[in-house]
């Protein structure tokens, strides 16, 4: 049974009665693979060599910074863009390949695209911006039933006769999502979806997709620079830089036990303590010595690499495990000036100075830190993550 059949079944079972669930607008679930994808613009490799797997219906997430080709690997699964080196399978069919040259046109790949600027006709009504993608295939059988399915498991039923000018924005982002999932796409590709939409509307619309994928059960290819948008929404985050995968994970995995230091400071946002290996202990783990000044231990899980004593090592901190140290604790702590204070509501974000290092901590939003305080903080030796320099 696929993941769609399945959300079918359970809807049923559960006796939903909306009309998405009897009716739901996406067709099965379709798995992606990408082997050695290469895309170069004029001399310059935008996609460097990448491959990984999109299982069907998993919601999958390409993060990265600006320029780190996500949206030009996106724009290949779509077929917007063709490959110079690589293939690209969809449910085990080759949609795209270099050698020997195959590419399936984008609207052959049953793949839905919702772009970052929501890409819709000022001139036409939400209802006829829906229908269009069906008329341009030539579906045109069940037509209207189709384009009020999608819009109102988008939740915008009521306004099918209204005009782009006439909606929010989030409301027009509703719109091309339901435009790329009216011809039951089997994958559903979104870039920077939400970057577009103010600050409180992007976590409200956070949810909604996930209630949407948990709605189709469809598979989507997620882009985003956003880190909290990743691991809100994701089941596998894929860390991209220079056209490179850093790394692949769960949320959790990514965040929590990166496995380079690039990935600890663009997704957990870590300071990085760079030192030397001072004692290796079986059960302690790992002191660092730090050239900063101070020491810090390392849990045995936290080691990356052989760490041998002398060893030059980068050792990765997120704020949040940072605290102030309890008064009496000495194991882990470090003594540091306060260089900047950031009251943010829910915590406090501390910016730290240690012999010319600079780090930062969130702390609780009743610490009474002020600019040129001295303060110790605690770090959490589990948390740590250790490299090699
Ligand atoms: N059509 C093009 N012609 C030339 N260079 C391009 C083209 N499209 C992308 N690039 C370059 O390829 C690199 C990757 O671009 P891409 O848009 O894929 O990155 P990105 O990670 O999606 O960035 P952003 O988050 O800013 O959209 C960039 O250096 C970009 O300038």
């Known amino acids: 049974m696929t993941t769609t059949e399945s959300n079918q079944t ?31 613009f004029n001399g310059f490799e935008a996609v460097s060599d990448i491959s990984f797997t999109v299982p069907a219906g998993s919601f999958t997430t390409l993060l990265g910074a600006s320029g780190s080709g996500k949206t030009t690997m996106l724009r290949l699964l779509a077929g917007l863009e063709r490959l110079d080196g690589g293939t690209i399978r969809m449910d085990s069919t080759v949609v795209a390949s270099a050698r020997p040259a195959t590419h399936v046109a984008p609207e052959a790949r049953r793949v839905g ?17 829906v229908a269009y993608p069906l008329k341009v295939r ?56 939400l970057s577009s939409l103010d600050a409180e509307l992007r976590e409200y619309m956070c949810y909604e997709l996930q209630r949407l994928h948990r ?20 089941d596998q985050v894929i860390v991209m830089a220079r056209g490179k995968i850093l790394e692949t994970g769960t949320p959790r995995q990514v965040y929590e036990r990166p496995k380079c230091l690039e990935t600890a400071g663009f997704v957990g946002g870590s300071s990085v303590l760079r030192g030397v290996v001072a004692e290796r202990s ?7 010595r730090l050239d900063c000044g101070g020491q810090l ?66 702390t609780s939003k009743s610490t009474d830190a002020n600019v040129g305080d001295g303060i110790r903080v605690r770090v959490d030796q589990e948390a740590i993550r250790l490299f090699p320099a």
């Open 297 to 362: 231990w390392v849990s045995p899980r936290g080691v990356t690499g052989d760490a041998a004593v002398g060893a030059a090592v980068a050792l990765a901190v997120k704020p949040e495990d940072l605290a102030v140290a309890p008064d009496g604790a000495d194991r882990n702590c470090l003594e540091a000036t306060v260089e900047a204070v950031a009251y943010v509501g829910s915590h406090c974000d501390l910016s730290l100075e240690l012999g010319g290092e600079r780090f930062r901590a969130r």
């Open 282 to 288: 079986g059960q302690d783990g790992v002191r660092v």
């Open 113 to 129: 695209f919702v772009f970052q600027t929501f890409a819709l006709w000022p001139q036409m009504t939400v209802f006829d911006q």
């Open 10 to 40: 359970q809807g049923r079972r559960s006796g939903r009665r909306d009309r998405a669930a009897a009716a739901p607008v996406a067709g099965s679930a379709g798995a992606v693979e990408v082997t050695n994808a290469r895309k170069v």
């Open 138 to 193: 030539r579906q045109r059988e069940r037509l209207r039933e189709r384009v009020r399915d999608a819009l109102a498991l988008v939740g915008l039923a009521e306004l099918a006769d209204r005009y782009p000018s006439e909606l929010s924005g989030g409301q027009q982002q509703r719109v091309s999502i339901a435009r790329a999932i009216v011809y039951e796409p089997k994958v559903l590709l979104l870039d920077e979806p």
């Open 215 to 234: 709605r189709l059960g469809l598979t989507m290819v997620y882009v985003t620079h956003a880190q909290s948008e990743a691991l809100t929404l994701s």
